[in-house]
């Protein structure tokens, strides 16, 4: 663990990996509910770092979380979301060259992980999943959409995510869903935040030659 | 025609409803969002006897023109501009009561980027997660106005206006940033940070509320390659591949993958945000 000043009122802690990152958030969280965490005003995991902002001394929370033995994340018995999905998306055949496999199977690779939102960002209610191997690390398409449709479930690197809304994007489209994902009306407005596990169920088309668990 | 609310006579290049911001929702991905000149909106809110967090409005350059259908009264702050009723001269800087049905216009910014239009009783469009505040990076809040749009007026205040006419730093010939290096300083050459801590930039007409983009000097890096997404303050100075630093603003997107070369001083990024392009901006790096 490496702690590093972000300006007068924020920290970056920087872990050794992904799962170390979310452990390590997890162990912010249960500090925090506990009241054994000074006021902070964001707790912002990334991909191998948590962000804490507004923190009246950077210094000393510094010095107080390098002493913390931080868990290993286990799988705990909370629920897990899950996400249907049509695979029709129109990178699938990409990625099951990407992947060696036929497109069919990228239904049965894809729905067979459970996944973890490692981190958000990128629009309110996007979250990086990971779970996905690294045998199946896909780039990003070279030339970005100008409109992906929301609900569109999509890969890079090794993570997967959900487009909340149209937007532009770089990922490989491999899906849809119909499940809202960032609703503010709704109380939480995300769907999935940092830490949430996921599974995708395949359906429509697909699901009869993939079956379900 | 008593209702509280206003119509949108002029909408100008880009007014928001602004208010202090929705902070503790970084990590679902949802930038703060708020006034960037958080001082202007203050000041014009004491001014009409708002508390601080009232939503007011924030103008781009040209101001706008509105039509309260009640009697109202409104402060016009934050970039120095000409402020008119029904066209005549009236206060800036100053609690102006406007009467229902008149049309109370800010005009294009003398100095400076961004005036500031408070009504007793705030802008009372639809809170989104505990802020009205509209966000152009992810498009949460109140739309940007629009002609003949209607926006509605919150209950007068009770409590009195706090001051009567509000002290205001004009914007500077030359925007002094002062910065903490970090935390990706080292993604960087010793020339670069050189460079950044001693030679002139100036603000890029690309600048929006998202960043203060600038141009001048490219950084060089000392590491290639990607850094990991991280979790971004405001007042971050990162560095895209062009190696032209850019200023994180109020609507900044909560994580990023380009290096952070250094952290502004909140202190500092009011002047930032009146900044108007070509004004020569210099980083000050604190020990």
């Known amino acids: ?213 | 025609m008593n209702d509280r609310a206003f119509a949108v006579v002029r909408a100008g290049a880009l007014t928001t409803v602004q208010d202090l911001g929705r902070s503790g929702h970084a990590h679902l991905g949802v930038p703060r969002s708020g006034a960037l000149d958080p001082y202007a909106s203050r000041l014009v809110n004491r001014l009409v006897g708002n508390p601080d967090d009232a939503a007011v409005l924030e103008t781009t350059v040209n101001g706008c023109a509105v039509r309260p259908r009640c009697a109202v009264t409104v402060a016009v702050g934050g970039a120095p501009c000409p402020v008119t009723v029904n066209g005549r001269p009236v206060a800036w800087g100053a609690a102006v009561r406007v009467p229902a049905g008149a049309v109370l216009e800010a005009g294009a910014a003398v100095r400076g980027v961004r005036s500031y239009l408070a009504f007793a009783g705030g802008v009372a469009a639809e809170p989104v997660l505990g802020s009205r505040s509209t966000d152009l990076l992810s498009g949460l809040g109140p739309a940007p106005l629009r002609d003949g749009a209607v926006l509605p007026l919150g209950p007068p205040p009770s409590a009195a206006a706090r001051f009567e006419a509000a002290p205001w730093a004009a914007p500077p010939r030359e925007l002094v940033l002062r910065v903490r290096l970090g935390p990706r300083h080292d993604w960087f050459t010793a020339a670069a940070l050189r460079t950044f801590a001693t030679r002139r930039y100036r603000v890029s007409p690309a600048s929006n509320r998202i960043g203060l983009r600038t141009e001048g000097p490219a950084l060089v890096r000392a590491v290639p390659g990607e850094l990991p997404s991280e979790g971004m303050v405001l007042g971050a100075v990162q560095v895209p591949p062009d190696g032209r630093p850019v200023v994180f603003l109020a609507d900044h997107p909560t994580t990023g993958g380009y290096p952070v070369v250094a952290v502004v001083r909140d202190e500092d990024l009011a002047a930032a945000a009146q900044a108007t392009p070509g004004t020569p901006v210099r980083f000050l790096p604190l020990g």
Not at chain 1, 57 to 83: T, Y
Not at chain 1, 132 to 147: D, F, G, N, Q, W
């Open chain 1, 1 to 213: 663990m490496r702690t590093l000043p972000v300006g007068e009122r924020a920290l970056l802690v920087e872990l050794g990996n992904g799962e170390e990152a979310q452990a390590f958030h997890a162990e912010l969280l249960r500090r925090r509910a506990s009241g054994a965490l000074p006021p902070v005003r964001e707790i912002v995991p990334a991909a191998r770092t948590v962000l804490l902002d507004g923190v009246e001394d950077p210094g000393r929370l510094a010095a107080l979380v390098s002493g913390w033995q931080v868990e290993p994340q286990h799988a705990r018995a909370e629920p897990v979301v899950d996400i249907p999905v049509r695979y029709d998306g129109p990178d699938l055949a990409v990625v099951a060259a990407l992947w060696g496999v036929e497109p069919d199977d990228v239904a049965r690779i894809h729905a067979g992980v459970e996944f973890r939102v490692a981190f958000c960002g990128f629009a309110p209610g996007f979250g990086y999943l990971t779970g996905l191997p690294a045998r199946y690390e896909v780039p990003r398409r070279s030339t970005p959409r100008t409109a992906v449709p929301a609900g569109s479930v999509a890969v890079a690197g090794t993570y997967t995510g959900v487009y909340p809304r149209s937007s532009p994007g770089g990922w490989q489209l491999i899906g849809n869903t119909d499940v809202v994902l960032w609703d503010p009306a709704r109380e939480p407005a995300a769907l999935l935040s940092p830490g949430t596990r996921v599974r995708f169920v395949p359906e429509g088309p697909a699901a009869r030659s993939v079956g379900r668990r």
